[in-house]
C-alpha cells in the first residue's frame, strides 16, 4: 500500500469508527431533566467530543494496523 493510499484509508476507517463511538454514553436533555431555552430536548448534555475523537483515533489505529498485517501477509 502506498503512503497517500493508506493515509486516506485510515482517514475512512477513522470516520468511520467515529460515526460508531459517538452515540456512547451520550445523555439527551430530556433524559437528564434539564434543558436549556431555544434547544431539542434531543440535545447531547455533554457530548466529551475530545475523549471520543482519541477513542476513535486509537481505535482506528488498531484496525488500520490489522487490515496493513492482513494486506502483508495473505493479500
Known amino acids: 500500500m502506498t503512503i497517500p493510499m493508506g493515509i486516506v484509508t485510515y482517514i475512512t476507517?477513522?470516520?468511520i469508527v467515529l460515526f460508531a463511538v459517538l452515540p456512547f454514553g451520550v445523555r439527551s436533555q430530556h433524559e437528564d431533566g434539564e434543558y436549556a431555552k431555544g434547544t431539542d430536548p434531543g440535545a447531547p448534555v455533554?457530548?466529551?467530543?475530545l475523549?471520543?475523537?482519541l477513542w476513535t483515533t486509537?481505535?482506528?489505529?488498531?484496525?488500520?494496523?490489522a487490515l496493513l498485517y492482513y494486506i502483508d501477509h495473505y493479500a
Open 13 to 15: 476507517i477513522w470516520w
Open 51 to 53: 475523549a471520543k475523537a
Open 46 to 49: 455533554v457530548p466529551r467530543l
Open 58 to 65: 486509537a481505535i482506528a489505529a488498531v484496525i488500520f494496523a
